[in-house]
């Protein structure tokens, strides 16, 4: 079987291939501070080893609590924000047909998603949504007091029980969280819930391979072994002693960092299908909250091409020259389309007659890369043979890895988000929440 393939040929009219190889000695270095768990944030590296850790019984725990589910459910709503529900979403999005929601035949429950918002509508509509309905719901939250899943949860849970009745409210709720502390683990203790536990060495955006992402994917329908096993895959291929040269996660954080030092500051990760939003997303938290410290830091951006062609496409191709790209390409796509000849050809289309769709694609993709090029954005490409669990399993781990070492080819404590804690603090001040009296007169005052 193939694997993900990165190819950084693109990149080296604007940096050397002599420059990114000269971070050889410096991505072993941090690969070996992972491994031998001496670098900065080293309490978080449960992630590293995770794949090839986990056990054909936790699958199977899962995949039966997955089960439960759906055997009781036609919706299950997934409570949580960042990396407790990107990675989730990211893969039940790219795996279901983009219309599974509109069609009347379903083949699991319909998954849908909340607490990563405050926004009242939404609340709302969803709990509207919900009326009546046989739901579940999976309450995700490392802390466990994350204000947004946490009020979220809180309206979930009561029109849970009150639809559905204590008993079998307690059968349709799961908690992830963590084995001690937190409301999420005190609330799911009393109320006796199935828990899963996430580990304490792994952060919340390293957290996919956890009972964070494997149970609503499985609860979705999809195969969680194979994204376990795509997962392990990459666990080799970027391996400590994997040589350079050979090591994707390796030459993807030299070649980043280069371009970093060149003057690139925003990393732009393309996709071609627009199945892969939420993997970009995923990607944008992973990247954002390892490297965006101390004044430094590449922003991580992402689009759906060809759909943002036509709009941020003049951007790309002549606005300020700070950006780079990361493509992800899918080489073969699950499903075939061929474009119909027409006899009238009024809209003068018969020149693709008989070509699949994802021909015409493809041919978007190499023209873009080659105008972006020359338009001065360098550009990596990242091949995917097949859209399916396997690879995406292979493309999270490789991320995964090259985040942590790209991080401290950086110099920055890739593991820990001291600075999302800024608006929490003010949105508690303001709220006046119980503890916060001080900071609720000093933000008074600068009002
Ligand atoms: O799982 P939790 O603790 O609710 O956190 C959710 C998200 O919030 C953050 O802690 C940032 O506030 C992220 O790092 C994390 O993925």
């Known amino acids: 079987m193939k694997n993900i393939s990165l190819n950084i040929e693109k990149t080296l009219g604007f940096i050397s291939k002599d420059a990114v190889n000269a971070y050889e000695a410096q991505v072993k270095a941090g690969s070996e501070a992972l491994h031998n768990g001496t670098g900065k944030?080293?309490?978080?590296?449960?992630?590293?080893?995770?794949p090839s850790s986990i056990s054909k019984e936790h699958l199977a725990d899962l995949q039966s609590t997955a089960n439960v589910l759906r055997e009781n459910c036609e919706v299950v709503v997934v409570a949580g924000i960042g990396g407790s529900y990107l990675g989730a979403r990211a893969v039940?999005?790219?795996?279901?047909?983009?219309?599974?929601?509109?069609?009347?035949?379903?083949?699991?429950?319909?998954?849908?998603?909340?607490?990563?918002?405050?926004?009242?509508?939404?609340?709302?509509?969803?709990?509207?949504?919900?009326?009546?309905?046989?739901?579940?719901?999976?309450?995700?939250?490392?802390?466990?007091?994350?204000?947004?899943?946490?009020?979220?949860?809180?309206?979930?849970?009561?029109?849970?029980?009150?639809?559905?009745?204590?008993?079998?409210?307690?059968?349709?709720?799961?908690?992830?969280?963590?084995?001690?502390?937190?409301?999420?683990?005190?609330?799911?203790d009393k109320e006796g819930y199935k828990t899963f536990i996430i580990p304490d060495n792994v952060g919340g955006r390293f957290s996919v391979l956890t009972p964070v992402g494997l149970l609503p994917i499985a609860v979705a329908g999809f195969n969680i072994e194979q994204l376990v096993a795509g997962a392990v895959k990459m666990e080799e291929?970027?391996?400590?002693?994997?040589?350079?040269?050979?090591?994707?996660?390796?030459?993807?954080?030299?070649?980043?960092?280069?371009?970093?030092?060149?003057?690139?500051?925003?990393?732009?990760?393309?996709?071609?299908?627009p199945k892969l939003h939420y993997v970009m997303e995923w990607w944008k938290q992973l990247y954002g909250e390892s490297e965006g410290k101390e004044n430094k830091g590449i922003f991580p951006a992402a689009v759906d091409f060809s759909t943002d062609l036509h709009s941020m496409g003049q951007w790309i191709q002549e606005g300020e020259r700070t950006i780079f790209e990361t493509v992800i390409s899918i080489e073969t796509p699950n499903q075939k389309v061929v474009v119909p000849s027409d006899e009238a050809n009024l809209d003068g289309l018969n020149f693709l007659a008989g070509k699949r769709v994802d021909e015409v694609n493809k041919m978007a993709e190499l023209g873009t890369q080659i105008a972006h090029v020359d338009g001065g954005v360098p550009n990596m490409h990242i091949s995917m043979p097949q859209l399916n669990e396997y690879y995406i399993g292979q493309l999270f781990y490789f991320f995964e890895k090259a985040c942590g070492i790209s991080g401290y080819l950086l110099g920055v404590n890739p593991f820990d988000q001291p600075g999302v804690e800024a608006y929490k603090k003010n949105m508690f001040a303001l709220l006046n929440k119980p503890g916060y009296e001080e900071e609720s007169k000093a933000i008074q005052a600068r009002l």
């Open 41 to 50: 944030g080293n309490d978080f590296l449960g992630w590293l080893n995770l």
């Open 92 to 188: 039940i999005e790219a795996l279901s047909d983009s219309f599974a929601l509109l069609k009347e035949k379903k083949d699991g429950p319909v998954m849908i998603y909340a607490g990563h918002n405050i926004s009242e509508d939404y609340i709302y509509e969803l709990t509207d949504y919900l009326k009546g309905k046989k739901f579940g719901v999976i309450n995700i939250s490392k802390s466990g007091t994350t204000t947004e899943t946490a009020l979220a949860f809180r309206l979930l849970k009561k029109q849970c029980e009150d639809q559905r009745g204590k008993e079998t409210a307690k059968k349709c709720i799961v908690a992830i969280t963590d084995a001690k502390k937190g409301a999420a683990r005190v609330t799911a």
């Open 237 to 273: 291929a970027c391996g400590l002693n994997v040589p350079f040269g050979e090591n994707p996660a390796a030459i993807y954080a030299a070649t980043r960092n280069e371009l970093y030092k060149s003057g690139k500051k925003i990393e732009i990760l393309v996709n071609y299908h």
